[in-house]
């Protein structure tokens, strides 16, 4: 789970992370700061290459499929930036959207 580092969202984390200090990579919580000035949408796209990095192929086997994002809707803006990625399935939810891809597409397109 990647989440903003914001006081609420930090306090949470705190004390996930003191009863689950077994947690991984891929199981755990990361946190990343944002500029405050920022849109959720312009946060999301600014942090997708380093969540590539973390959970694609040269970090994890099998590299992640899917992205549930909390916290703003999906856009052409974000279909573009998350289709560099191999994704191409996008569904909206309540709290924002998930995002899909086969398995093959791993690697940006650039």
Not at 31 to 59: D, Q, R
Not at 74 to 91: H, N, P, Q, R, T
């Amino acid at each position: 789970m990647w989440i903003v580092d914001t006081p609420a969202n930090a306090a949470v984390t705190q004390r996930l992370w003191k009863e689950r200090p077994r947690e991984n990579l891929l199981t755990g919580i990361t946190t990343f700061k944002v500029s405050m000035n920022a849109s959720p949408e312009t946060t999301l796209i600014g942090e997708l290459a380093t969540i590539h990095l973390h959970h694609g192929m040269y970090s994890t086997d099998p590299p992640y499929t899917r992205i549930q994002v909390i916290g703003t809707p999906v856009s052409e803006k974000i279909k573009l930036a998350f289709a560099e990625y191999g994704f191409d399935e996008f569904s909206s939810t309540p709290e924002g959207f998930q995002a899909n891809r086969k398995p093959a597409s791993s690697e940006p397109s650039s």
